[in-house]
């Protein structure tokens, strides 16, 4: 395992949105002594085999899963994620936006408690020139949470995307939260003051299979519906 | 309090007793889109408007992204053809080669707004001037879509756009924009 190298690993059926993606992480700052690989996954069978099959290829410490349609904005985050991770050695993934409890309805956007940022349309507050972006680990610090938002997923630690139950595209982010926090895995999700993401999804979701894998997320995790993430750490492994 | 959990359920219902009549629609789109692109026509391009806004397509809508970006290039093209300019559609024989078009459109706005670098601006640069968008397209994307235009992006698109735009158009964009 190198630790000094970070992967980014994405799954793709669209040649627009991933050579934009890659332009943007082309343009990130790389902390020094440290280096970068891509792998793109064009031909998976879903989304958690996809995964498993780049991470298993790579020999990077840091993985960093992502949408085809999520421009990184933030060019220094290669570092702040190493100063998260290194911040507190029990944290074993990070995400861009998240939520403290796993929702009742198993819709991670329903849970009450929720971080994080994301480029958006009409923000609260004017985004400056991404050069003015800064984060400061102490002072801006960051939350844990039950839940994060599968969009951006960076990792320091490789736990097998789960197959058994998720055969197309969704419900995965939801599902490795838990296995995470299970392992006895941290969960951060860090203040932005500005968004470090652009997810361009349309806004919407395609929900195909949503409810399906919804129904199979509370019949596997029903025990952890409406729960903390304090209480899923708790009886960790 | 609400009960998230049946407002889910029922959302989930409908959008099952919605799948067959969104299939249906959608396929209409795609067919319309065939057809009306193909022949370059651009009246039964239009027709799409009313039906995505109030006939069978609303469902699109509701449930599938791209329909709102399909409706804006219609809101364009509506637009365009209506005050005699160069139509956005124009050679785009198809429904991918015209979603693909404002993608990179988008894609070239978003890199002029973010200035990542020098090589970053000339490409987008490149790409307008190689692709002259309407005042409208300019305005209806960066009005509608996910970004946020500042006063540098506006200056450096009417600086792009200066030998092409009449007078006319200039006036008219600067109008637009200042009432944003």
Known sequence: ?237 | MRNLTSETEAYFEQLNRDRAATQTASLFIADRLREALGKQDIPLLLSLIPYIETGEGELLCKYIGETHRLLRILYIIRLEQKYHMNLFCTGCPDQKALMDKYLLTLFALRRLLFRLSQSSMEEATLFLQQNQLSVFAVHIITQEDLILPDDALYEKIQELHAHCWSDEEARLFASLIEHR
């Open chain 1, 1 to 237: 395992m190198n630790d000094h190298k970070f992967c980014f690993i994405i799954c793709t059926n669209n040649s627009l949105l991933l050579e934009e993606a890659v332009h943007y992480i082309n343009h990130l700052y790389i902390p020094d002594g440290y280096e970068i690989d891509l792998l793109a996954v064009t031909d998976a069978a879903s989304m958690t085999e996809g995964y498993n099959e780049a991470m298993n290829a790579s020999d990077a410490k840091y993985k960093i899963y992502m949408h085809q349609d999520v421009f990184i904005l933030n060019k220094n985050i290669l570092s702040d994620l190493l100063s998260i991770f290194q911040a507190n050695s029990q944290i074993g993934m990070v995400g861009m936006v998240g939520y403290d409890t796993v929702s009742a309805d198993g819709i991670m956007w329903h849970a009450p408690g929720n971080y994080g940022n994301v480029y958006q349309k009409k923000p609260a507050v004017i985004y400056p020139a991404l050069s003015e972006y800064h984060y400061f680990p102490e002072t801006d610090g960051f939350h844990f949470a039950a839940q994060i938002d599968g969009f951006l997923i960076a990792t320091c630690r490789d736990l097998p995307w789960d197959t058994a139950h998720l055969k197309d595209w969704d419900f995965y982010d939801a599902f490795q939260s838990i296995r995470f926090l299970q392992s006895g895995y941290k969960i951060a999700v860090p203040v932005q003051r500005h968004p470090w993401c652009m997810h361009d999804d349309g806004q919407f979701l395609n929900m195909e299979k949503y409810d399906y894998y919804r129904h199979v997320f509370r019949d596997v995790y029903g025990e952890w519906l409406g729960k903390n993430y304090s209480e899923i750490l708790s009886v960790a492994e």
